[in-house]
Structure formats: structure tokens, C-alpha cells
């Protein structure tokens, strides 16, 4: 092994004798010199094993710790630790439609879509030729994971919990927002799942 001058320099640093210490790292690294016995350092310092300076050595030998790290454990919590009162209940739920910057968010009911939009002309020939049909896919889109539509989910389906699985995709919300200058206004936006 090679002069191991940062084992030195750390010898010296924690009150070795500068002599002892070139002596002790000259062909060994602090781990090293650590497994060595009391006889091994007395004779490669130099020192009489019942000296006091060897027993200072050997003091500041044994209070480094080792390099090797042990391995940082998980703390996981189990279930049964976790109290009841620490799960949050639907109830206690952030509600972002309870929100005062959150406009008024309503799920229009299938039967009212029609008349709803109306007004912009959205009734389109139906792609057989017989009769028409509402081309929902125009308005703008708001997604089926936006937090507003999912409180207007999670209220449904506590009043009914008979849906169908993917009842919400293709329904039509009505927004309203109020405004000092221009009052109320209404929009309608498409539930759609992605963009």
C-alpha cells in the first residue's frame, strides 16, 4: 500500500503524536489500522505495550467508527397503528365547487341538453340521414379529472349508486360565473377524459 497522507493528517487531527501517526499510515488505511491489535500498533509505533501514549492511541483507534454504512431502514406504519380519527371521512373532503373562486359548476340532465343549447345551433344531420343529432364534440371540453368534476361525481353517486360504469363521459356541464361588470354568464363545456 501507499503513504496514506489523509490517515495521517486524520491521526494528527484527533491528538495522535505527528510521528506516531506517519508511522501508523505509512502502509495503511484508518480501517486498518482499526483490526490491528494493541501488540500490532505497539511495534509498528514503536511504543512499550503498558505505555500510557499507546493506550491514548489505541483510545482514539477505537472510538472511530467503521466506513461501512449500514443500510438506512423504512419506517412503514402499519394499519392497525393508524387511528380511525386520522382518516379523513367523505364528509371532511375538500369540495372545490364550495370554493369562492370556483364559478357554479351543474351537470345538465340528458334530457335538457337539447333545449340548453339550442341557442347555438349545435343540431347537426345525423351521419344515416334520418334526423339529426346534437354535435356535443363542438363544445369546448373540460376533463373528467378536473377536481370540480369530480365533486359533481362524487355528489351523483351518493344520490344514485346505481350508475354505470363511464356515466359521467360525454355529459355536458353548465358553468356560471358572475362578474361586477358583466354580470352573469353561462357556458357549457363537454366531459371528455383526455384531450
Avoid at 406504519?77 to 375538500?94: E, L, M, N, V, Y
Avoid at 343540431?123 to 369530480?150: F, H, N, W, Y
Amino acid at each position: 500500500m501507499v503513504v496514506k497522507s489523509s490517515t495521517k493528517k486524520r491521526l494528527v487531527e484527533l491528538g495522535v503524536q505527528e510521528e506516531h501517526a506517519h508511522k501508523l499510515a505509512d502502509d495503511a488505511n484508518m480501517d486498518a489500522i482499526k483490526q490491528m491489535s494493541v501488540e500490532q500498533v505497539a511495534k509498528k509505533v514503536g511504543i512499550d505495550t503498558d505505555s500510557a501514549e499507546l493506550e491514548k492511541i489505541m483510545g482514539i483507534i477505537r472510538e472511530q467508527g467503521t466506513r461501512k454504512r449500514t443500510r438506512s431502514r423504512r419506517i412503514t406504519i402499519s394499519q392497525k397503528a393508524i387511528d380511525d380519527d386520522d382518516i379523513p371521512t367523505g364528509s371532511d373532503r375538500f369540495n372545490a365547487l364550495n370554493h369562492e373562486l370556483v364559478p357554479h359548476h351543474e351537470l345538465l340532465p340528458s334530457e335538457e341538453e337539447a333545449t340548453a343549447l339550442a341557442p347555438w345551433k349545435l343540431e347537426m344531420p345525423d351521419i344515416s340521414g334520418e334526423g339529426t343529432r346534437l354535435a356535443k364534440e363542438l363544445l369546448p371540453k373540460i376533463l373528467i379529472t378536473d377536481p370540480a368534476v369530480q365533486a359533481l361525481k362524487e355528489m351523483e353517486e351518493t344520490a344514485n349508486d346505481e350508475l354505470p360504469a363511464g356515466w359521467l363521459t360525454n355529459r355536458v356541464v353548465r358553468v356560471q360565473r358572475y362578474s361586477r361588470s358583466s354580470g352573469t354568464t353561462t357556458a357549457y363545456r363537454l366531459i371528455v377524459e383526455e384531450n
